[in-house]
């Protein structure tokens, strides 16, 4: 059988809408879900979110380095929001699999909340870096001349 | 004709065959010398001014010797093979759809007559994935490229340098770590890497446009993507006289990752009018419109204007049918590749079975789906497509883009975005991250 140059490069998509107001920035990295969650009541203020591969070990503070008010020995509502949004974004089964979560039992966002380990309390930096590193792709300039390379990313 | 498409053509399996070889280097890497594969490669090229610079390459890499001016060679070498294979495939497809063969266009050397700092260390960065093998890559060595990688997306110059390697980039941090050499996609990441390697031994001067003049029929569109980046291709015929041209325009930009689906079309503002007379099927006559060797224009919103109507099936069907005199450019000699098959065929006499398409002929083509384009879904009952014929793991293959509903009206792949950017929503996941853009970045 021959290789191909393609891959399947379809992505799973919802039909419920991404709140990107609420969530701007979201990902399935290393071994972190993780994203940033905006303030509910300042614009200026945003939330650096995530939950750990397997232990569902989270943590969620300010882009100042300073601890959510809403962490009271459980996920707040903010790494709930993370998590939700991931569920539109990558769908449950996919999110589940990446958290190493058993999805027979653990069937619903609500359960996966109810399993969350235990706070770490360590501030992840480089969340922010990265939803920073992502906003900067949308000031580059864009270009009208014929790109050939993009062929191996028909999707 | 189009029975013989499906034929095994001579020299085929015989190039994929050195290639798969090759390729296997990558896996493991070269450390250790993979000397037996690589000392075949030479005698392929016999006569040609690549030979003696394989003989040097090949003998150093076997002795664990790594500069990357023989990595250098290797792509190149990959490319002819890879290249040799798009042209007997193109020249196939041709003769199948009755087309005269192009003679490739003037080409346009590389001329990398000054280093680029940015280059070196992108040449750097992909030796050192070589030497380790994709499936034993560590991601310290793979993360190390990510300060060149920003500033490569800053330099407008490098946009399609700085297009694939954000998403080879990201590809690779994805699959880490490599669990299994079968959890490597060898040929692809082989090809990305060739591709790659090629492109930073200089930047190509542009060739230099000509410009062409009369009416434009857009007839059908597709969005490329990765997380990251984004391309719309609108396609269609250009007839100057009595000569009917295959033409691409093309617009790209980076994007956010939560930027996905249809919103996609709304990072292009500047395809709308072009996008609204595919939507309308409305002519645009071109004066001295830029125009590339390869048939793409370069879009000058002062060189058109609208024109007539007409029935996007019927153009399809006149000057892209089995027989018809369509002309269609070839890719500039060193973007030749089997992925870069994209001949435009409109067909009729055809039915869907299994999510395939049966000819009248007898020839089974499957509908493309890796590609975006229209579903089985999209074609059942259909009379009449026009797709374009890739090639790809050995089997030809059609994506279609433009057909027409049970009502007769036509219908193309992607209307949706199209509709969606003729009437941006108020507020979009790419508006409120623009906004969220100007307040965070310039502080």
């Known amino acids: 059988m021959l290789q191909s140059s393609l891959l399947d490069m379809r992505v799973y998509t919802s039909t419920e809408k991404r709140d990107v107001k609420k969530v701007p920035f979201l990902e399935l990295f290393e071994n972190r879900l993780q994203g940033i969650v905006s303030s509910g009541s300042d614009i200026e203020r945003v939330y650096v979110s995530y939950f750990e591969v397997g232990s569902l070990d989270y943590c969620c503070s300010t882009n100042n380095n300073r601890p959510c008010g809403g962490l009271r020995g459980a996920p707040c509502g903010h790494l709930e929001a993370l998590l939700s949004e991931a569920v539109i974004q990558f769908g449950f089964d996919a999110v589940g699999r990446f958290l190493r979560i058993d999805t027979t039992q653990v069937d619903s966002i609500h359960k996966i909340l109810a399993s969350a380990g235990n706070n770490t309390g360590l501030y992840a930096g480089e969340i922010f870096s990265r939803f920073l590193d992502d906003l900067e792709l949308l000031e580059l300039p864009s270009s009208d001349m014929p790109l050939t390379t993009m062929m191996w990313f028909n999707g | 004709m189009l029975e013989n498409l499906t034929i095994e053509l001579d020299g085929v399996k015989a190039i994929q065959t050195i290639l798969a070889d090759l390729d296997a280097c990558f896996l493991h890497g070269f450390v250790g010398g993979q000397h037996e594969i690589l000392a075949a490669l030479p005698s392929l090229f016999d006569g040609m001014p690549l030979c003696s610079r394989l003989q040097t390459s090949v003998q150093a890499l076997a002795q664990n010797t790594f500069i990357e001016g023989y990595f250098v060679t290797l792509a190149a070498a990959r490319s002819a093979l890879q290249g040799t294979l798009y042209d007997l495939l193109r020249h196939h497809a041709l003769t199948t759809l009755g087309r005269s063969a192009t003679t490739p266009t003037d080409h346009l050397p590389i001329s990398p007559n000054q280093t680029d700092p940015l280059l070196d260390s992108t040449r750097e960065w992909l030796m050192e994935l070589a030497i380790a093998g994709f499936a034993r890559l560590e991601r310290e060595a793979v993360t190390s490229f990510y300060s060149t990688l920003t500033q490569l997306r800053a330099n407008p110059a490098m946009i399609s340098h700085a297009a694939l390697l954000t998403g080879f980039f990201h590809e690779l941090i994805n699959a880490l770590p490599v669990k299994s050499t079968t959890h490597v996609p060898l040929l692809r990441w082989v090809d990305l890497w060739s591709r790659a390697m090629l492109d930073a031994v200089g930047l190509a001067k542009l060739p230099i446009p000509a410009t062409a003049s009369g009416a434009l029929y857009p007839l059908s569109v597709e969005l490329r993507q990765h997380s990251r980046f984004a391309s719309l291709v609108i396609y269609g015929v250009l007839k100057q006289g ?202």
């Open chain 2, 242 to 443: 009595d000569v009917a041209q295959w033409v691409r325009q093309t617009w790209s930009s980076f994007k956010a990752t939560a930027i996905q689906g249809n919103e996609i079309w709304l990072l292009f503002p500047q395809a709308q009018p072009l996008l609204e007379h595919l939507l309308q099927a409305k002519a645009m006559n071109l004066r001295d419109m830029p125009i590339l060797p390869s048939g793409d224009l370069l879009w000058d919103a002062n060189a058109v204007e609208s024109g007539k109507k007409f029935k996007p099936l019927d153009i399809a069907l006149a000057y892209c049918g089995i027989g018809q005199a369509l002309v269609v450019s070839p890719m500039p000699p060193l973007e030749r590749h089997p992925i870069q098959l994209a001949e435009p065929i409109a067909l009729t006499d055809y039915a869907i079975q299994d999510g395939q398409l049966h000819l009248k002929e007898g020839v089974v083509l499957a509908l493309d789906a890796p590609r975006a384009g229209l579903t089985a879904e999209d074609l059942a009952g259909t009379t009449a497509l026009l797709g374009l014929l890739h090639y790809d793991a050995g089997e030809w293959s059609i994506q279609p883009l433009l057909t027409h509903n049970p009502a007769g009206k036509f219908e193309f792949a992607g209307r949706a975005g199209v509709e969606l950017l003729k009437k941006p929503p108020k507020t979009s996941t790419v508006s409120i991250l623009q906004e969220r853009a100007s307040r965070l970045l310039r502080k």
